[in-house]
């Protein structure tokens, strides 16, 4: 009964909110509501000759075991033309560019021997594949609005007092679509984890998304990594979202949590407890905006000082 009960509510939650389902068997699952088309896409992990155009085009001979080079996960606002990405290319190319030095640990060049035992391998990468990754926006506009607006505005983050509105979030209102996307994972070795998902879950009057990295270096180290998003429905559709952004980074050494007293054994594979414990390294709050590419001056043929463009 309570099944049915569960299915009857949802299905009225989806006719009151105007909301449609989105499905492409088996890679494609979504959902459009309140303006918001929110889709999830997922395929094979890369194969070899994929990894080797990745290798190439990031720049490195150095990727994850397992990379969903196919998963996505991408909401779009329709009438503003925002769109909010997230997809592992990215990810590890921020990984590249951060360019973190390897965690030491004696046995990491022996972990990573896996591949080359015969080949004495170096330790100059990070190989837990720590990304700064917080998502990838753009604006896509319909071919007439493009030509008008896309050329002439960007979009950006900006620094903000406004917080994701938990209470909203903790009422119980139905789920209309849920799902996670796994970008990549490393189990370094049997000697911990490396990985990165996405979660996003879609209620009747907001949306809201966990980009989360995870490490766990046995014995040496936790690191998280986390990403909120959050949108409240507008009135109207066609108004300009606000979008929150919260971005946080956690990072505690195994030595110093023993320390402390803060870790048991049978907890600390679990990010979702481990995660309060470890201390913030770092936490912005953020809203995205859209700006002007280029200044009014500089669309009247002028720079900044006042003069003519050539």
Not at 83 to 89: E, G, H, L, Q
Not at 114 to 134: A, G
């Amino acid at each position: 009964m309570g099944s049915d009960e569960d299915a009857a509510r949802l299905k009225a939650a989806m006719e009151s909110s105007g909301a449609e389902l989105i499905c492409d068997p088996p890679q494609v699952r979504g959902i459009r509501v309140a303006g918001w088309r929110i889709r999830s896409t997922k395929r094979a992990i890369l194969n070899a000759e994929q990894i080797e155009r990745w290798e190439a085009k990031l720049g490195t001979r150095h990727l994850p075991e397992m990379v969903f080079g196919g998963n996505e996960l991408e909401l779009v606002h329709e009438a503003s033309g925002i769109a909010i990405s997230f997809n592992a290319f990215d990810a590890l190319a921020g990984w590249k560019r951060e360019n973190l030095p390897p965690v030491e640990v004696p046995a990491a060049a022996k972990w990573k021997m896996r591949c080359n035992p015969n080949e004495q391998l170096i330790m100059d990468y990070d190989y837990t594949f720590t990304t700064p990754y917080c998502g990838s926006e753009r604006l896509v506009l319909e071919q007439e609005q493009a030509d008008k607006e896309s050329s002439l505005a960007t979009l950006e983050w900006k620094s903000c007092d406004t917080r994701i509105d938990l209470i909203r979030l903790q009422v119980k209102d139905p789920i209309l679509f849920y799902d996670e996307v796994i970008l990549y994972e490393d189990e370094l070795s049997d000697n911990g984890i490396s990985f990165l998902s996405v979660k996003v879950r879609v209620m009747p009057n907001c949306w809201f998304l966990l980009l989360r990295f995870w490490l766990r270096v046995d014995g040496v180290l936790m690191r998280l990594r986390d990403t909120r998003m959050y949108s409240g429905f507008q009135s109207d559709p066609r108004e300009f979202p606000v979008i929150i952004r919260e971005r946080s980074q956690r990072e505690e050494t195994f030595r110093a949590l023993l320390l402390k007293g803060q870790l048991e054994p049978s907890l600390y594979q679990d990010p979702n407890i481990v995660g309060d414990r470890l201390p913030i390294r770092d936490h912005h709050h953020e809203k995205l905006h859209k700006r002007p590419r280029f200044s009014a001056i500089e669309l009247n043929g002028q720079d900044e000082r006042g003069t003519e463009k050539p």
